[in-house]
């Protein structure tokens, strides 16, 4: 009987300490605000003021009037309207644009940064429609990103039509900045969530994989088509269905090919990027859309820093390349 009662204040004891651990566990902080044209969700686990939060979101609003083709006075705004003149950037803005330049190698010219005519014509915002086949053709001849030069901390493009239009990675590599801080910082555990491109910062508290959601592609928003489980890691989502608009029973998306002018045709739908660094997955997974399922895990396999990917063919098809856990539902 005693023995009985060992065991029973045993398991009480244990049950209480656990309680009493779980208690002193700290709720995480989080915030959600509009920044990069997007919603942006940081969170933050540990025992940490809410200013923390306040500087993360800060050092996004910086890096956006830093990268941001359409903010007047940005490194980016500066470079597009200096008319083929050297412009003095951040070593920041010169990081993204040697980073964007090697993409545009690794891809053979569909990953390109000097899209900018391009993006701005189509717009993807407000009101849109398509445009003209000349005026295509008119932004089509300013694309081209050997045409960049970067000499220490100038930027010069040779061709003066030239717009720069970072938008395909700069979210990844403000993600990295981000997680960087809150590292340096002291945060064990976060997650950085700037509209689609994650970054996670550290574990769980209660050790358990991070979760993060995959959407249902043409799904109404919010629907998942599943979770992938990680680590220290980021996982980055690109897909067609995004940003679309339709004319004439047609539907066209934001991802556009810098050969056509036009957006992009592949089997790719949607593609999700694990990779060491968000800006790494923000590119690749751009370029799955761009390339196709066959060429784009070629093209994985040669990077460094990628971890693993799930595709989600138009044909419904799911395919997995690398090290991947992915939990369908």
Not at 68 to 96: K, L, M, Y
Not at 196 to 208: L, Y
Not at 317 to 324: A, D, K, M, T
């Amino acid at each position: 009987m005693r023995r009985v009662f060992v065991v029973f204040l045993s398991i009480c004891i244990a049950l209480a300490l656990a309680g009493c651990v779980e208690k002193q566990l700290p709720a995480p902080i989080s915030e959600t605000r509009v920044l990069l044209d997007t919603y942006c969700t940081i969170t933050i686990y540990g025992k940490h003021e809410t200013s923390l939060l306040d500087e993360a979101f800060d050092l996004c609003a910086e890096y956006e009037e830093m990268l941001g083709i359409n903010v007047a006075g940005s490194d980016v705004w500066r470079i597009n309207h200096a008319v083929g003149e050297a412009v003095a950037v951040a070593p920041q803005t010169v990081e993204v644009i040697m980073a964007g330049l090697g993409y545009g190698e690794l891809s053979e010219g569909f990953f390109d940064i000097t899209v900018g005519r391009l993006s701005t014509l189509w717009g993807f915002s407000g009101e849109t429609s398509v445009p003209s086949e000349a005026e295509i053709e008119a932004a089509l001849l300013s694309v081209g990103y050997r045409q960049v030069s970067v000499e220490g901390d100038t930027v010069r493009l040779s061709n003066p039509d030239i717009w720069l239009d970072l938008g395909g990675i700069a979210k990844g590599y403000i993600a990295d900045q981000v997680a960087l801080f809150l590292k340096e910082r002291g945060v064990a555990g976060a997650v950085i969530d700037l509209g689609g491109d994650v970054a996670v910062v550290g574990g769980k508290p209660d050790g358990s994989p991070w979760l993060v959601g995959v959407r249902q592609p043409f799904g109404e928003h919010g629907d998942l088509l599943g979770v992938i489980e990680t680590g220290e890691a980021s996982v980055v989502t690109s897909g067609v269905y995004e940003r679309q608009f339709v004319e004439n029973g047609v539907t066209y998306h934001h991802i556009l090919d810098p050969f056509t002018g036009m957006p992009a045709w592949s089997d790719v739908s949607g593609a999700t990027v694990i990779a060491e660094g968000a800006m790494t997955g923000d590119a690749l997974s751009t370029i799955a859309l761009l390339v196709g399922s066959v060429r784009a895990a070629e093209l994985f396999a040669r990077t460094p820093g990628f971890v693993g990917a799930l595709l989600i063919l138009y044909s419904g098809e799911l395919l997995q390349i690398g090290e991947i856990v992915f939990d369908g539902l």
